[in-house]
């Protein structure tokens, strides 16, 4: 049971990216999937989460409308975080993770806490 995080990279300021996260060995059908970052130097955030019947219930002031999550259509294994309008402040390590709520993307938990937590992909914005 693991989560894997894809599409991250280098990218201009202005511009946009589409992450993935792979489900392997569960379903994300019945459970919470989000998003984190974490910067250097800085604390983890959330930026999103969806619950699992598809409502937007935690949005992070990070994302301050630029960012969206989506389960894929078909696939029951696989979310998405499309990002626009990136700038400099976006750069950081991007995390997929899945659990029964979105209570915990609100304020401070181990990781151990979740679900399931995703190995991260780094986004590094720059021109």
């Known amino acids: 049971v693991q989560l894997q995080a894809f599409g991250g990279g280098l990218v201009q300021p202005g511009g946009s990216l589409r992450l993935s996260c792979t489900a392997s060995g569960f379903s994300l059908s019945h459970l919470a999937i989000g998003w984190f970052r974490q910067a250097p130097g800085k604390e983890r955030e959330g930026l999103l989460c969806m619950s699992s019947r598809n409502f937007v219930e935690y949005t992070g002031d990070a994302t301050k409308g630029r960012f969206t999550i989506s389960r894929d259509n078909v696939r029951d294994d696989v979310m998405y975080l499309q990002m626009s309008n990136l700038n400099s402040d976006d750069t950081a390590v991007y995390y997929c993770?899945?659990?029964?709520?979105?209570?915990?993307?609100?304020?401070?938990?181990?990781?151990?806490?979740?679900?399931?937590w995703g190995q991260g992909t780094q986004v590094t914005v720059s021109s």
């Open positions: 993770a899945t659990d029964i709520w979105c209570d915990r993307w609100s304020g401070y938990h181990s990781t151990a806490a979740f679900h399931t």
